[in-house]
């Protein structure tokens, strides 16, 4: 793959680790570093020569599931459709910048979860309101805003 494309792109996704089709290090040995990899399993970064840390990215459903799934609770979506999962994936695919490329990170970090969770929330809720399979609830003014003000937070136990 190395020899016919500039950043190879490479998908084990096979669960759990042991029975990945290829470990990150073993991508990233292969193609001088140059890998775009995502995996179903985690797999821990690889520092190369130049001191330089690379991430593996874990392709799962944690980023674009749960956004569809609250969009569609909070729009009282009548349906869910393919669409609206690609949607969100294209909206995702704009949360990371080229310099996180660089490094491997094909998704945002995760510790921004919640963050990318209202964006896509919100992206989606609008596309559904729009498609006219759902509503805007009362006092929703701005889908971001009203994501944000009814996500769950540990401390509402």
């Not at 020899?3 to 040995?29: D, G, H, M, Q, W």
């Not at 399993?41 to 956004?67: L, V």
């Not at 990371?96 to 921004?112: C, N, S, V, Y």
């Amino acid at each position: 793959m190395a020899e016919l494309n500039e950043r190879p792109i490479v998908f084990p996704l096979s669960n759990p680790t042991s029975k990945s089709e290829c470990s990150y290090e073993e991508a990233f040995s292969w193609t001088h570093g140059k890998v775009l990899f995502a995996s179903g399993s985690p797999f821990d970064p690889i520092t190369d020569e130049a001191g330089m840390t690379h991430y593996p990215a874990q392709a799962n459903n944690a980023y674009i599931f749960p956004a569809v799934g609250y969009a569609a609770i909070l729009a009282n979506s009548s349906e869910i459709t393919d669409e609206m999962f690609v949607l969100a994936a294209e909206e995702l695919s704009t949360m990371t910048d080229m310099e996180q490329l660089e490094i491997g990170r094909l998704f945002p970090a995760f510790k921004t979860i919640r963050t990318i969770s209202k964006k896509l929330t919100a992206r989606v809720a609008e596309h559904m309101v729009k498609a006219g399979l759902g509503s805007t609830p009362e006092g929703c003014d701005d889908w971001e805003t009203y994501v944000a003000e009814n996500m769950w937070h540990f401390e509402h136990l």
